[in-house]
């Protein structure tokens, strides 16, 4: 097998791994927030840090669980800027911003909204940073038995922190799984139909793993869709977590622009659509893949979690 050749096995079985891992941080939201509810916090929260952690200095000063940035060096966001990179209506964003706020989530100041400070602090929150660091983790191996860095090897940390970086992880991460999911969100329409379609695909592939076998005249490896399992209305309601007439009505709408197709047993997600998808998504991901296991890298998440794998293996 040439370069060429394992080049599209990887950059195919990268695309199928960043699925999974937007799934799975859709998945672990807070049980009180809806999929949109926690990709609003998600937003505001990046967007308040941003200033903050611009550098890699700044990244490292906030890296550790008890050292969040604080207050005075958070920016608030506006309602009209959460609007208009979420494409989302404006009065649609006010009022998941309101109901936010009534749940002690948001408080809002002159210029915008602001996650404070004790909701960092909080242990609801810390389980959510260790379980996004887990997740960096368990992707990062599996990229790393893809042999997925071999081309691009990582750089030494620039920094060797006293603790485990788990809110630099955090922040990177997070920031990773926003760019993805903006940039695939074209092929839903919006963020509750790209939800939908990715729960399917994952469920249409369930168990064959990662690494896709194709034909030399294949642009991309795909599973062909006699393979796929078709999935019920009910199940991918289930799955996902979207009541069920809220999934029927979308699917329906995502069968007739020809996203997904009703066939004998259920909904599928074509291969082509999927091989497409593939073609114009995989570049930008393998940029952002690399983007965020460097800094990842940099402030020396990555020799810790190398350093934790040498224990496991050696117990």
């Not at 599996?142 to 691009?152: A, D, G, I, K, M």
């Not at 979207?242 to 995502?254: G, H, I, S, Y």
Request: glycine share 4%.
């Amino acid at each position: 097998m040439n370069e060429d050749t394992l080049n599209a096995e990887r950059q195919a079985s990268a695309l199928l791994i960043t699925r999974d891992a937007l799934l799975e941080i859709w998945h672990g939201r807070a049980a009180a927030l809806d999929p949109m509810d926690a990709l609003l916090v998600a937003t505001v929260i990046q967007a308040n840090v941003d200033p903050a952690t611009s550098s890699l200095d700044d990244q490292v000063e906030h890296s550790a669980m008890e050292r969040p940035p604080p207050d005075e060096v958070r920016r608030p966001v506006s309602i009209s800027r959460l609007a208009d990179s979420m494409d989302l209506r404006f009065e649609t964003v006010r009022r998941r911003v309101n109901r936010l706020k009534d749940m002690g989530v948001f408080v809002t100041e002159p210029t915008g909204i602001l996650v404070p400070e004790s909701y960092f602090m909080t242990p609801a929150n810390a389980a959510i940073v260790l379980a996004i660091d887990d997740l960096a983790e368990r992707t990062y191996w599996r990229l790393v038995n893809l042999h997925y860095f071999n081309s691009t090897p990582l750089p030494r940390p620039a920094h060797k922190p006293e603790q485990h970086p788990y809110r630099a992880v955090a922040r990177l991460f997070m920031n990773y799984a926003l760019r993805m999911g903006g940039e695939m969100r074209a092929i839903g329409g919006d963020y509750i139909n790209l939800l939908l379609v990715m729960q399917l695909n994952q469920m249409n592939t369930v168990n064959l793993g990662d690494v896709r076998k194709w034909e030399p005249d294949d642009d991309l490896p795909t599973i062909a869709d006699p393979r796929r399992l078709p999935v019920t209305i009910a199940a991918l309601s289930r799955e996902s977590g979207v009541p069920f007439e809220t999934t029927r009505r979308r699917l329906a709408d995502l069968a007739e622009r020809g996203v997904c197709r009703l066939v004998d047993g259920g909904y599928i997600v074509p291969a082509d659509n999927i091989q497409a998808l593939g073609l114009v998504i995989s570049p930008i991901n393998r940029m952002n893949l690399t983007r965020l296991y460097r800094n990842c890298a940099l402030v020396g998440a990555i020799d810790s979690w190398e350093a934790r794998m040498e224990v496991r293996t050696a117990s």
